[in-house]
């Protein structure tokens, strides 16, 4: 139990830390799939498992109307904001019309 707490806390530590440090928040950028995510958040000093990350994202995605979700799907993994869509508090940083 204690490992699923500390990836937990690792997971919102590494989304707050995007949020709050414009350097980490441009590195997500490049980001094009999950695990360059799961990566990346090791790179900046993060340790969490694509698993982990996996499911964090699904609890996030499941909260969303079908026209949220629908907004979300369309953007391609190509477009530098596709990692920035995964979760809410990146999809806040998001200026509208993005």
């Known amino acids: 139990m204690k490992a699923v707490d ?3 806390s690792q997971i919102q530590e590494f989304v707050a830390k995007v949020v709050y440090d414009h350097s980490v928040a441009t590195g997500l950028k490049a ?3 999950d695990q360059q995510i799961v990566d990346y958040a090791s790179q900046v ?4 498992s694509i698993q982990e990350w996996l499911v964090f994202v699904e609890s ?3 909260s ?3 026209t949220e979700k629908e907004r979300i799907a369309i953007v391609e993994p190509q477009h530098w904001s596709w990692a920035f869509r995964r979760v809410q508090p ?3 940083m998001l200026m509208d019309g993005t």
């Open 6 to 8: 500390m990836s937990s």
């Open 31 to 33: 980001c094009q799939s």
């Open 45 to 48: 000093g993060f340790n969490i």
């Open 60 to 62: 996030d995605f499941s």
């Open 64 to 66: 969303l109307s079908s």
């Open 90 to 92: 990146w999809r806040s």
